[in-house]
């Protein structure tokens, strides 16, 4: 079963600051490394998305960086605001289901500071 | 928003009771899948369905079944309710498998608690 290994659990970063979650998995034939924002009581929704042949995408203030040689992805959040505050998930994915469906991280609760 | 419709949206149930929980789509998707969600767990893949009747196992699939007789209706059903499947149910869709789109929605959830 394909791994995806997310980093931190939780995150508190002042209004305006850098938000940086990571996350490592163990296998490199994939065709995309999306992340999701969940908000409490809604469903995850998708944010951005990177391919493996790129090593960073940009939307707005919410970058991915990829580094393949170590097989990390990160979710950078630029000029963090409280109304990014939310959970945020990575996933692959998963090899047991033919690249099917997604292997999720186990999330990162960010909470943005005014 | 996309058409996902997840019923029941709360449901409390006996342990050892039959439950079934709903995904209705107006997408016309071919894929829809169903995850549970557990603190420290992220979302884990139940099962999906990549067609009418074509259906596969997640990684948790144990104590769950599923049928899908229309393109629009996803089912998830408990046999015999027990309260490790207290979770909160997603359900998912999307239009191809793989390429430059992951699952692309998901519904508002199920909160299931068996007691």
């Known amino acids: 079963q394909q791994q995806v290994k997310q980093s931190p659990q939780s995150l508190i970063v002042q209004k305006g600051g850098i938000s940086i979650i990571n996350c490592a998995y163990e296998?490199?034939?994939?065709?995309?490394f999306p992340w999701y924002q969940q908000f409490p009581g809604k469903g995850p929704a998708l944010l951005i998305a990177i391919r493996p042949d790129v090593s960073e995408k940009k939307e707005g203030r919410f970058t991915i960086s990829f580094n393949k040689s170590a097989k990390q992805f990160s979710l950078h959040i630029m000029d963090s605001q409280p109304g990014d505050s939310a959970t945020y998930f990575c996933?692959?994915?998963?090899?047991?289901?033919?690249?099917?469906?997604?292997?999720f991280g186990s999330g990162t609760r960010l909470q943005v500071q005014p | 928003d996309a058409g996902i419709t997840q019923s029941p949206r709360h449901k409390v149930t006996e342990t050892g009771t039959p439950v079934t929980l709903r995904c209705h789509q107006t997408?016309?998707?071919?894929?829809m899948y169903w995850y549970r969600q557990d603190p420290g767990h992220g979302l884990r893949l139940i099962h999906y369905s990549y067609g009418v009747k074509d259906t596969d196992k997640g990684e948790v699939s144990d104590g769950y079944s599923v049928s899908r007789s229309k393109t629009e209706d996803f089912l998830l059903t408990l046999e015999s309710a027990t309260s490790s499947q207290t979770s909160v149910y997603f359900c998912?869709?999307?239009?191809?498998?793989?390429?430059?789109?992951?699952?692309?929605?998901f519904g508002q959830g199920t909160r299931l608690t068996v007691v």
């Open positions: 296998n490199t034939a994939f065709d995309y």
């Open positions: 996933a692959a994915p998963s090899r047991s289901t033919g690249r099917r469906a997604l292997t």
């Open positions: 998912a869709i999307k239009e191809i498998a793989t390429g430059e789109q992951p699952e692309a929605f």
């Open positions: 997408e016309n998707h071919r894929y």
